[in-house]
T-cell receptor, first 112, second 113 residues
Framework: DVKVTQSSRYLVKRTGEKVFLECVQD?????MFWYRQDPGLGLRLIYF???????EKGDIPEGYSVSREKKERFSLILESASTNQTSMYLC???????????FGSGTRLTVV | GDSVTQMEGPVTLSEEAFLTINCTYT??????LFWYVQYPGEGLQLLLK?????DKGSNKGFEATYRKETTSFHLEKGSVQVSDSAVYFC????????????FGKGTLLTVNP
């Protein structure tokens, strides 16, 4: 069964910490995405990558960066965590344009 | 820019009732259209998709037809079950070389026995 795995289900971090959220897919997909999900705001795209070492800003990239050194792994980095980054983070991948996403189970991050 | 508008919830139905969740999308390009479902405490799962006009996606008793003339992709099910309780998202693909997906805000469905 194909999978997108996010390294942590729940995380609690302190304000100002550097936070790494890891996502790994085993489907040889080119495209990978990071979203955050907040009540009343739905899903918002942070960053995406259409190939190794390629990245593009989504709708809300401020305060985040990403890394895609290998095809299967797409990391989201919070350079200096803030309380307004408390959210559910969802990673997704897909093979191409007409295919749906496969999502990971999500990481619920709380910044205190 | 691209957008998706779906019916706001919450929607509460009795078991075996008919379900419709309306969804419309912006018409630029030739997007693929998707419905995703999120069960409590879980990530999103692809429910069904349609890649061109007049396509009908179907899965688990759910159906949606890609209507180019009305820019709609309404989700329907003839007889809902308690296990269908979840949040449903209508999603528009980017079309062309646009890699992004655009999500609707989601509709919470609760089915009571």
């Amino acid at each position: 069964d194909v999978k997108v795995t996010q390294s942590s289900r729940y995380l609690v971090k302190r304000t100002g910490e550097k936070v790494f959220l890891e996502c790994v897919q085993d489907m040889d997909h080119e495209n990978m995405f990071w979203y955050r999900q907040d009540p009343g705001l739905g899903l918002r795209l942070i960053y995406f990558s259409y190939d190794v070492k390629m990245k593009e800003k989504g709708d809300i990239p401020e305060g985040y960066s990403v890394s895609r050194e290998k095809k299967e792994r797409f990391s989201l980095i919070l350079e200096s965590a803030s309380t307004n980054q408390t959210s559910m983070y969802l990673c997704a991948s897909r093979r191409g344009q007409t295919y749906g996403y496969t999502f990971g189970s999500g990481t619920r991050l709380t910044v205190v | 820019g691209d957008s998706v508008t779906q019916m706001e919830g919450p929607v509460t139905l009795s078991e075996e009732a008919f379900l419709t969740i309306n969804c419309t999308y912006t018409a630029t390009g030739y997007p693929s259209l998707f419905w995703y479902v999120q069960y409590p405490g879980e990530g999103l799962q692809l429910l069904l998709k349609a890649t061109k006009a007049d396509d009908k996606g179907s899965n688990k008793g759910f159906e949606a037809t890609y209507r180019k003339e009305t820019t709609s992709f309404h989700l329907e099910k003839g007889s809902v079950q308690v296990s269908d309780s979840a949040v449903y998202f209508c999603v528009r693909g980017g079309g062309g070389s646009n890699y992004k997906l655009t999500f609707g805000k989601g509709t919470l469905l609760t089915v009571n026995p």
